[in-house]
């Protein structure tokens, strides 16, 4: 089994910044068996999105809406991933999800909710 728990939403006037992260943990999950870990997020009434990816091997990828604003990042030896949010704009308001994927298969964190006021 797979746990993930995510931290640092919050409410952020329009321009700051905010940390997300999320940690790791479970019998199957060490640095050998995650493939991956992002981030996607979702807002009210729309579909969940993808924002950010970063592989085992380091190699990142980000949704065009955040490139150059947010940063993914990931400690191996917590296990945790973590996305530095600069810049924020009210688009961004959003429910964030952690993603992991252990062994080819997903595992989904329970959100944290992120609102940018303008």
């Known amino acids: 089994q797979v746990q993930l728990v995510e931290s640092g939403g919050g409410l952020v006037q329009s321009g700051g910044s ?17 493939d991956a870990m992002g981030w996607y997020r979702q807002a009210p009434g729309k579909e969940r999105e993808f924002i950010a990816v970063i592989t085992s091997s380091g190699l990142t990828n980000y949704a065009d809406s955040v490139k150059g604003r947010f940063t993914i990042s990931r400690d ?6 973590y996305l530095q949010m600069n810049s ?17 298969v997903n595992y989904w964190g329970q959100g944290t909710q992120v609102t940018v006021s303008s």
């Open 18 to 34: 905010l940390r997300l992260s999320c940690a790791a943990s479970g019998s199957s999950v060490n640095i050998f068996t995650i």
């Open 76 to 81: 191996n030896a917590k296990l945790t991933m």
């Open 88 to 104: 924020l704009k009210p688009e961004d308001t959003a429910v964030y999800y952690c993603n992991v994927i252990v062994r080819k």
